[in-house]
């Protein structure tokens, strides 16, 4: 099946600093990556939608410039948590889909990256 | 607007009881439907998935689910929990992405 990955699985890191999340499709080539973020007990939330060298597409609400969304390739996407406070402390989970949008198009989940602002 | 409802926020069973979770959507058009499960502090895992074809779903550890295009339902069944079915389970639908119910908590006891 398809594999994706993401490093690292967990950050701690101090309020004001940035983060950087890496998703990489093992076995295949994702025309497009999504971001999604869940806090604690609640469900997943979708971030934001890129596809490769494009600018990500973000949901209402979030914002932009504290996350910075790259996908550079392929096989790679990163999302760059900016100044992040503890606010922020969540897991992020990345998704990686082969083909474009539709139904029949699946997303495959990466294992999630646990993040904690101190 | 479009959403996926899970209708039950928190489920607690007895171990051999029968479970079903309720799953519905307002997407209209063709969507392939999911059922994750997330175990405590780990990941996402692909229970079942609805793309076409016969409405009734198998899945891993004896889940299956039904699609209901009337209903535009997909509700998620066992016929017999276990301990280690405590976990929290997620619809989603998927449209041009995947979106995802508030998700059901559920509590099997021994």
């Known amino acids: 099946g398809a594999v994706v990955s993401q490093h690292p699985s967990r950050v701690i890191c101090k309020s004001g600093t940035s983060v950087k999340i890496e998703c990489r499709s093992l076995?295949?080539?994702?025309?497009?990556m999504f971001w999604y973020r869940q806090f604690p007990k609640q469900s997943l939330m979708l971030m934001a939608t890129s596809n490769e060298g494009s600018k990500a597409t973000y949901e209402q609400g979030v914002e932009k410039d504290k996350f910075l969304i790259n996908h550079a390739s392929l096989t790679l996407s990163t999302l760059t948590v900016t100044s992040a406070h503890p606010e922020d402390s969540s897991f992020y989970i990345c998704?990686?889909?082969?083909?474009?949008?539709?139904?029949?198009?699946?997303?495959?989940f990466g294992p999630g990256t646990r993040l904690t602002v101190l | 607007a479009q959403s996926v409802s899970q209708h039950n926020h928190h489920v607690i069973l007895s171990e051999a009881a029968s479970l079903e979770l309720g799953c519905n959507y307002s997407?209209?058009?063709?969507?392939?439907l999911f059922w994750y499960v997330q175990y405590p502090g780990q990941h996402l895992q692909l229970l079942l998935k609805?793309?076409?074809?016969?409405?009734l779903v198998k899945g891993i550890k004896g889940f299956e689910a039904e699609f209901i295009k009337s209903k535009f339902s997909f509700n998620l069944r066992k016929p017999s929990v276990q301990w280690s079915d405590t976990a929290e389970y997620f619809c989603a639908v998927n449209k041009n992405d995947m979106r995802f119910g508030a998700g059901t908590r559920l509590t099997v006891k021994p």
């Open positions: 609805y793309f076409s074809g016969d409405p």
């Open positions: 998704s990686a889909r082969i083909g474009g949008a539709g139904p029949y198009n699946e997303q495959f």
């Open positions: 997407y209209g058009g063709t969507v392939n």
């Open positions: 076995d295949f080539q994702a025309t497009t």
